[in-house]
C-alpha cells in the first residue's frame, strides 16, 4: 500500500526507508504547502508537541487524511491536569491529585499527600516533568524548581498526586473516534539506572508483550479507562482519533491510569512494531477515514521483541553530542534490528545528536532470548561516549525463571 514515503526532520536511520525533507512543523501552512505539491495522501503526526499545537486539525481543513488528534483532544498528553479531570468526569480509576498554579498553592496542598509523593509539570516535558520525590524536602524542591521554570512552559501549572503502588505496564489502542480496538501491550523501564534507580526519562529500554496485564486485565483496561475516554471526548465535542497510549500502574485494587500519551511513544513504538504482523498503513488509513470498524483488527506475533536504549552520556541531564558510532551493521548480524533516535551524519560518519540515541532491538521465543540477543547485538556496537541499562525486561526474566 505504502509508495512514496517522506519524513522530517528524520535522521539517517529513517533515511535508509523515507525521503527526508526539511519542514518547520510549527509552519502549518508550510505543511499544508508541502501536502499539495506532493500529493501526499496520509500524514501521520509522530511527536507530541505538534499534536498539541494543532497541526492534525490544520491539516484536516484541507481534506488531508492524518492519523493523530486535532489540539483539543491531544490535550490527554498535552496537560496531565486536563487528563485527571477527564478522569474525575468519566469515573476511570486513577491517583488522587490536586491542580495548583502556584509555589505557594502547591506547597499547601502538599500537606494533604503521603510520601512519597508524585510532583508533575503539567505540559510537556520530553518525558522529564514527573518527580517521584521520596521526602518532603524533595518534593519541596521540585515545586519550587517547576514553578520556578526548570522546565519551562510546562510547569506553568503543577500536578500533585497520590504515589501508587505496584508495576507499571503500558495498553495501547487505536481508535477513529467512534470504533476502538487494542494494540498490544509493553512493559517500559523509565529511570535511568539500574534496578530503576535515579531520575525518570522518556524511556530506557522496553518488551512486548506485557505478560502481566493478563487478557482479564487487558479487558478491564478497555472497560473501565479507555473506551470510558474515547465516549467522553467524543460526547464533549473533540472525538479523539489517533493511538491511545495508556501509562497503567497494576494495583492491588486493579489497573489506574498514571498518564496518556497521544502517539505511539518511545521505546514502546520499536517493540510493537517489531511484533507487528498487520499492514500499518492500511491500519493508519483507516483509522483517519473514520473506517476501523470495517479492519480487520491488528495481528501481532507471538514473540517477545526486547529493546535496549544506547544512550549519550550525561543523560538525561546534558547529554554528550557528537561521539561517533560503528559498527552497526555487526550488531544487526546478530539478529537486532537499530532503530535511530538522537543520530545524525556528520562529514560521512554516523554520530550521537541527542539523548536516547539508538535502539537495539531483538525477537525472542521469550523475554529472556531477546534480551539475551539484544544485548549481544549491543556489545558489537563502538559508542564510546553512550551508555545503557543492562537490565532490561529483568522483571519478566525473573518471572521466567521461577525466581
Known amino acids: 500500500m505504502l509508495g512514496k514515503f517522506y519524513a522530517t526532520p528524520g535522521n539517517p536511520g529513517i533515511a535508509q526507508h523515507a525521503d527526508l525533507v526539511t519542514l518547520d512543523v510549527t509552519d502549518h501552512g508550510k505543511v499544508i504547502l508541502f501536502c499539495g505539491e506532493h500529493d501526499i495522501d496520509l500524514v501521520v503526526v509522530g511527536p507530541e508537541a505538534p499534536l498539541v499545537d494543532g497541526l492534525a486539525e490544520s491539516l484536516r481543513t484541507t481534506d488531508i487524511f492524518v492519523f493523530g488528534p486535532d489540539k483539543a483532544a491531544a490535550q490527554l498528553e498535552g496537560s496531565k491536569g486536563f487528563t485527571k479531570d477527564l478522569c474525575a468526569r468519566a469515573n476511570i480509576p486513577t491517583a488522587g491529585y490536586v491542580r495548583t498554579t502556584s509555589a505557594a498553592d502547591a506547597l499547601k496542598a502538599l500537606?494533604?499527600?503521603?510520601?512519597?509523593?508524585?510532583?508533575?509539570a503539567d505540559g510537556l516535558a520530553a518525558g522529564k516533568g514527573v518527580i517521584i520525590a521520596e521526602t518532603r524536602d524533595?518534593?519541596?524542591?521540585?515545586?519550587?524548581?517547576?514553578?520556578?521554570?526548570?522546565?519551562?512552559?510546562?510547569?506553568?501549572e503543577v500536578v500533585i498526586e497520590e504515589f501508587l503502588t505496584g508495576e507499571e505496564a503500558s495498553f495501547f489502542a487505536i481508535t477513529d473516534g467512534k470504533s476502538v480496538v487494542p494494540f498490544g501491550t509493553a512493559q517500559d523501564h523509565k529511570r535511568v539506572g539500574e534496578g530503576d534507580t535515579?531520575?525518570?526519562?522518556?524511556?530506557?529500554?522496553?518488551?512486548?508483550?506485557?505478560?502481566?496485564?493478563?487478557?482479564?486485565?487487558?479487558?478491564?483496561?478497555?472497560?473501565?479507562?479507555?473506551?470510558p475516554t474515547v465516549d467522553t471526548l467524543a460526547a464533549e465535542g473533540t472525538p479523539y482519533s489517533g493511538v491511545l497510549f495508556a501509562g497503567l500502574m497494576l494495583t492491588e485494587t486493579g489497573p489506574q491510569l498514571i498518564e496518556y500519551n497521544a502517539r505511539f511513544?518511545?521505546?514502546?513504538?520499536q517493540v510493537l512494531m517489531m511484533r507487528l504482523e498487520s499492514d500499518l498503513a492500511k491500519l493508519l488509513m483507516a483509522?483517519?477515514?473514520?473506517?476501523?470498524?470495517?479492519?480487520?483488527?491488528?495481528?501481532?506475533?507471538?514473540?517477545?521483541?526486547?529493546?535496549?536504549v544506547m544512550a549519550a552520556k550525561g543523560y538525561p541531564s546534558t547529554p554528550e553530542k557528537g561521539g561517533k558510532i560503528q559498527n552497526l551493521a555487526r550488531a544487526e548480524r546478530e539478529g537486532a534490528k537499530i532503530f535511530h533516535a538522537g543520530t545524525a551524519e556528520v562529514d560521512g560518519a554516523l554520530v550521537a545528536n541527542g539523548g536516547r540515541v539508538l535502539n537495539v532491538t531483538a525477537l525472542g521465543a521469550n523475554a529472556s532470548e531477546a534480551q539475551a540477543k539484544a544485548y549481544a547485538a549491543v556489545d558489537q556496537i563502538d559508542f564510546e561516549s553512550g551508555f545503557c541499562r543492562r537490565d532490561i525486561g529483568w522483571r519478566e526474566v525473573a518471572r521466567e525463571a521461577g525466581k
Not at 143 to 156: H, Q, S, V
Request: glycine content about 12%; proline content about 8%; aromatic content about 6%.
Open 111 to 120: 500537606n494533604d499527600f503521603s510520601i512519597p509523593v508524585v510532583i508533575k
Open 138 to 156: 524533595e518534593a519541596e524542591a521540585a515545586i519550587t524548581d517547576m514553578f520556578g521554570g526548570g522546565f519551562g512552559a510546562a510547569g506553568a
Open 265 to 269: 511513544g518511545d521505546p514502546e513504538c
Open 198 to 227: 535515579g531520575p525518570n526519562t522518556g524511556g530506557m529500554g522496553a518488551y512486548s508483550p506485557a505478560p502481566v496485564l493478563t487478557a482479564a486485565l487487558q479487558k478491564q483496561v478497555m472497560d473501565e479507562i479507555i473506551q
Open 287 to 308: 483509522t483517519a477515514k473514520g473506517d476501523l470498524a470495517q479492519t480487520s483488527a491488528p495481528a501481532f506475533a507471538p514473540e517477545t521483541a526486547l529493546t535496549v
